[in-house]
């Protein structure tokens, strides 16, 4: 069974920046192969941020494009999510997910699509 743990998350002033990490455990390549980042604030959907299909090709929402920028170890078993310029908009519960069951890389931001996932890293951005 796949276990993920994000890390990194906190308090962060607005215009700051977080580095979020995910590390895997009792995982299969394959279900490592591919990983993404979500986030959902209290009331709303579960939003997908970014996703690393393979070993390079990555895609990120519009919200996020610009500001975010995500990145894997497969040295360490791990994903990371680099956030910069931090607003309150994006005040949520992170979450990493592995064990993608797209068909391609247009399908990374697809909560639907993840089989498996942490139990999230709180992020707070106050102005």
């Known amino acids: 069974q796949v276990q993920l743990v994000e890390s990194g998350g906190g308090a962060v002033e607005v215009g700051g920046s977080l580095r979020l990490s995910c590390a895997a455990s009792?995982?299969?390549?394959?279900?490592?192969?591919?990983m993404g980042w979500f986030r959902q604030a209290p009331g709303k959907e579960r939003e997908g941020l970014a996703g690393?299909?393979?070993?390079?090709?990555?895609t990120d929402g519009d919200a996020v494009s610009g500001r975010f920028n995500i990145s894997k170890d497969n040295a360490k078993s791990s994903l990371y999510l680099q956030m910069t310029n931090l607003k309150p908009a994006d005040a949520a519960r992170y979450y990493c997910?592995?064990?993608?069951?797209?068909?391609?890389?247009?399908?990374?931001?697809?909560?639907?699509?993840?089989?498996?996932w942490g139990q999230g890293s709180q992020v707070t951005v106050s102005s």
């Open positions: 009792g995982y299969t390549q394959r279900s490592i192969y591919s």
């Open positions: 690393m299909y393979g070993d390079g090709w990555t």
């Open positions: 997910a592995a064990g993608f069951s797209g068909s391609d890389a247009s399908h990374l931001l697809q909560s639907a699509r993840w089989n498996y």
